[in-house]
């Protein structure tokens, strides 16, 4: 990206790479500074940041206290919602191994991903797992018998599900923090940089004042050099 771009342009792009939605990470400068919500109006040259530069992206704990849960388990059916069954499906597909089946070992990387302990595949957990789900005792769980695995404790221990969908990123409304944006054209379209140069009368303006030829020229400049360009060829 240009130095010319935005501080939340760059934001976005970035929070978008790691899935998350901005108000879900924090970007550390190698210099130690945390951008925050005032810097998305400046450009990145602004800011300081320039080529090969580290920034570091933390992501932050989910706080969804304020929202309702959804239910887990359809009171029609009995059975996994649609959209709860779709999650835990696509966290079967994170974590088996090259052959689309979960093993001991690949379930590690499930307890890891839900608990955030790393564990061995002989640990209590994993082998409680596979004798009370792996139904034909293949050394594998299938994707029916995982979803049958979070149905049953969808019923039984409801806030245990919740905190391993907070350890996923996946909010209490079944929401993934990587949807959760914030208003993108808003930002976009009312950045400075974004509506001086569709104004035409505004940019006008800034191109009088740089045929001033005064001291304020060079700032007058590299205002305009911010600016998206503007449809009218000087």
Excluded at 76 to 99: G, K, P, V
Excluded at 177 to 190: A, G, I, P
Aim: proline share 3%; with cysteine; net charge negative.
């Amino acid at each position: 990206m240009l130095t010319s771009a935005t501080v939340w342009e760059f934001v976005d792009k970035v929070t978008r790479m790691c899935q998350l939605a901005p108000q879900y990470c924090d970007l550390k400068l190698s210099s130690g500074r945390v951008i925050s919500d005032s810097d998305y109006g400046k450009t990145l040259g602004e800011l300081g940041l320039r080529n090969y530069d580290v920034v570091i992206v933390t992501k932050n704990d989910v706080d969804d206290d304020h929202l309702p849960h959804e239910v887990l388990i359809d009171p029609a059916t009995d059975r996994l919602t649609e959209r709860s069954a779709q999650i835990f499906s696509e966290w079967y597909d994170r974590y088996s191994n090259a052959d689309n089946k979960m093993t001991p070992e690949s379930a590690t990387r499930f307890i890891l991903g839900a608990t955030n302990e790393l564990i061995q595949k002989d640990d209590g957990r994993i082998v409680g797992l596979f004798n009370s789900y792996d139904g034909n005792k293949d050394g594998l769980i299938e994707r029916e018998e995982f979803l049958r695995f979070y149905e049953d404790a969808s019923r039984e221990k409801p806030e245990r599900v919740f905190d391993n969908l907070k350890s996923h990123f996946v909010r209490g409304d079944l929401t993934k923090c990587s949807d959760v944006y914030l208003s993108q054209e808003f930002t976009k379209e009312q950045m400075p940089r974004h509506t001086i140069s569709h104004n035409q009368a505004q940019f006008d303006t800034l191109m009088g004042l740089l045929d001033r030829n005064d001291g304020t020229s060079s700032q007058v400049w590299e205002l305009i050099r911010m600016l998206e360009t503007n449809q009218k060829i000087y």
